[in-house]
DNA sequence: TTGTACGCGTTATCAT
DNA sequence: ATGATAACGCGTACAA
């Protein structure tokens, strides 16, 4: 079946004895149209089914109403709900999202974004890879004077704004969350600290200890990646060196369902011998047999508000400022049963 | 900041003095160049750092190398994961995926199309929402030409080519597999027969019931939507019912995670006195404190599958033949925990 | 082998 | 208020 042959302007015009440019002006409600012919337009538009060719009025005017999502993976609940604040916000402005994969990896994340240059979006959003260093290929972007905004996981590149979730203070309230339970000796399994994110975790387990006049133990903390199988292993190794502690902070649920899987493999019971406290409120989290206590992190809103940047940016480019924009949100903690050392 | 002025095959031609007709050929390595200038225009087009214009290249050619994919959420692990499975595909061919939700609404999925009909894609893969039963604007889809693909649900459409799993067999196993345990009394908590992937569970489960002379019993079958909640309700409602059952085998691994839930809230024994199977594996199922037993189903290797159909379709598109292509998929059953009636 | 000219569908500019 | 024309960047039929 070959392709049903699209009306254009001109079909209208002809159709009309009048020129493609009066069908242009009808069809875009210029002022410079009698009223009588616009209806005339509209009227016949709607009959023939015609339908604007974006193709052609991307070549035109520069712009496609396409923007960009580049995320390290899409089956994340987290980067999904991002997405899906982005989406609310920008659909109603007649914007598409076209949605990335990186899959933690730079060469990919900057093969997407090259990919997306190409395809002419108006403005990208990106949560960096995790082996994302060199940040050329993001650099390459802001200089094309496409509007860029970094959320949840961004790089320090100047002219770049970034919506993201205040980690050091989640990370402190869930760490002097276990503490004022009454545990003592707090495990932290976080991850590579080349992601602002975990770092800003650490830090904020590191100052709750501090202010809880707790000594930091080294032999305690562990950078690893956002999975099951890493959780296991990071809290096999923890066994192994046979350094005693009741409580654990993970930087990730995943790493948090694994670590209590590992630690109910040896004998411990959560929460009254060991407990534990997630990142992410996954929805898992909130249905396993024992509720995960986790940090919240407004995922949707995030996704809105980073939209909002972007409009606002791309208003600002007509008057040619240059802003650069961050936003921190706050995060909220979920105490459910992993963390109350009397049990529940 | 302004956007920088791309470079275009005139920029080359002027450089180096010669058409733009010319250059457009040695880019294209038409034989109708000489060598010389051939090497020349590639040189200068690497030095001036050219990049073809997809959009003008979309307008004169009608391709537009990117195609589209429509799911219900892209949160779940199952459609990410045959997005993965198409990406794979694709990408080494030049395609690009455009990812879009229809959040299990036909209104939505509507409008999806119609947007990515108006992008141009030159494809589009796709596995209806629950909402589903018009299917005009589908049709829509086929009847302007456009390659469509059918993945997991699919609607009986002619002319449009499916990638699905055998949905009957993977309940058949299941439901036998649970029988075979010893678990006499099973009940179905199945979601809404208008997609077909459920009516065909529901039929697998039956027909496994009748082949092991298991009367049916109307009153533990349901039909519920995929969320953790609604299992949680349903095992409410199977409890008000005061009908005995041992074990159950559900449509939905979410369900399943809150039909679980609620068995244990009410002093149930998994998998001693019920034994539970879910469907999908979806990953967080390997991992719960007692493993659920679950229906795999190759995502990534339907994506892949249904990629290729696309990628045949196009060619036998030039040929002006039309194929309607079904490829049914085998489902694995992953025996766990749930399900051994001895405990594990 | 290379150049000229046109068209893809649209909008903007300049006339009328 | 409307029309003619150029332009966005590319590929290609036709001419040379």
């Known amino acids: 079946m070959r392709q049903k042959e699209k009306v254009t302007i001109y079909d209208i015009s002809k159709k009309l004895n009048i020129s493609a ?3 242009s002006r009808a069809l875009n409600d210029s002022n410079r149209v009698s009223l009588k012919t616009k209806e ?4 016949t538009a709607k009959a023939l089914n015609y339908q604007q060719n974006a193709l052609a009025l991307a070549l035109k005017s520069g712009r496609t109403f396409n923007v ?5 993976y899409i089956n994340h609940t987290f980067f999904a709900s991002v997405i899906r604040g982005i989406e609310e916000e920008l659909e109603p402005k007649g914007y598409h999202v076209i949605i990335c994969q990186s899959h933690e ?3 990919n994340e900057a093969k997407q974004l090259k990919t997306l240059l190409n395809t002419h979006i108006d403005g990208i959003f990106i949560s960096v890879s995790k082996t994302t260093e060199d940040v050329k290929h993001i650099e390459e972007v802001r200089d094309e004077g ?9 790089k320090d590149i100047s002219g770049v704004s970034s919506v993201t979730i205040n980690d050091y203070e989640g990370a402190y ?3 002097t969350h276990l503490i004022e339970q009454g545990y003592k000796k707090i495990a932290h399994i976080g991850g590579d600290h080349k992601l602002q994110i975990y770092k800003h975790r650490y830090d904020g387990y590191v100052a709750a200890l501090n202010d809880h006049n707790i000594a930091i133990d080294e032999n305690l903390i562990m950078q690893v990646s956002s999975t099951v199988e890493a959780g296991i292993e990071a809290v096999k190794l923890l066994m192994k060196r046979k350094i005693a502690f009741d409580a654990l902070f993970s930087a990730s649920d995943y790493v948090a369902l694994g670590g209590m899987r590992e630690l109910r493999a040896h004998g411990f019971k959560i929460p009254e011998d060991i407990g534990v406290v997630g990142f992410s409120n996954e929805p898992f989290t909130k249905y396993l047999e024992r509720p995960l206590t986790t940090v919240g992190q407004t995922p ?4 809105q508000i980073a939209a909002q940047v972007f409009l606002e940016q791309i208003s600002d480019v007509k008057k040619n400022v240059q802003v650069e924009k961050k936003v921190v949100l706050s995060p909220e903690l ?3 049963d992993t963390s109350s050392k009397k049990g529940s």
Do not use: E, H, S
């Open 68 to 72: 960009g999502v580049v995320v390290p």
């Open 40 to 43: 005339l337009v509209l009227k």
């Open 21 to 23: 440019a009066t069908v």
């Open 300 to 303: 949707v809103l995030m996704g």
């Open 105 to 107: 990896d730079v060469n």
């Open 334 to 336: 979920y105490t459910r």
């Open 173 to 175: 309230n869930a760490t």
């Open 146 to 154: 496409i509007p860029l905004i970094f959320f949840d996981r961004k």
